[in-house]
Nanobody
Framework: QVQLVESGGGSVQAGGTLRLSCVVN????????VAWIRQGPGKEREGVSCVSFTGDHKYYDDAVKGRFTISRDNSKNTVHLQMNSLKSEDSAMYYC?????????????????WGQGTQVIVSS
């Protein structure tokens, strides 16, 4: 059974930083592409960033490109999202999700496993 556990959310002022972590418990981590997906108040879910199985390929939504960095450590079954220069519009619940398919920021239905989420609040 695969379980994803996020941590690292919190409240920060605009311009601040946070580092989110996602630990994937269970077999087959190296076979998963992992994404960070967020949902703000009254908004639909949106893919923020994803990383391929090996970590060689990384993708970012235009809204976060240049500010967020995704990384994975296959030896620790962990994926991180470093978030710099945070803006109020980044406020959302952030979920990590895993798929055995190629990572994507648009077809969120392909993500089979989801964590419970970690809240990020950015005040201006």
């Amino acid at each position: 059974q695969v379980q994803l556990v996020e941590s690292g959310g919190g409240s920060v002022q605009a311009g601040g930083t946070l580092r989110l972590s996602c630990v994937v418990n269970g077999p087959g981590f190296a076979d998963f592409a992992v994404a960070w997906i967020r949902q703000g108040p009254g908004k639909e879910r949106e893919g923020v960033s994803c990383v391929s199985f090996t970590g060689d390929h990384k993708y970012y939504d235009d809204a976060v490109k240049g500010r967020f960095t995704i990384s994975r450590d296959n030896s620790k079954n962990t994926v991180h999202l470093q978030m710099n220069s945070l803006k109020s519009e980044d406020s959302a619940m952030y979920y990590c999700a895993a798929t055995n398919r190629i990572c994507t920021l648009w077809d969120l239905e392909r993500y089979t496993y989801w964590g419970q989420g970690t809240q990020v609040i950015v005040s201006s």
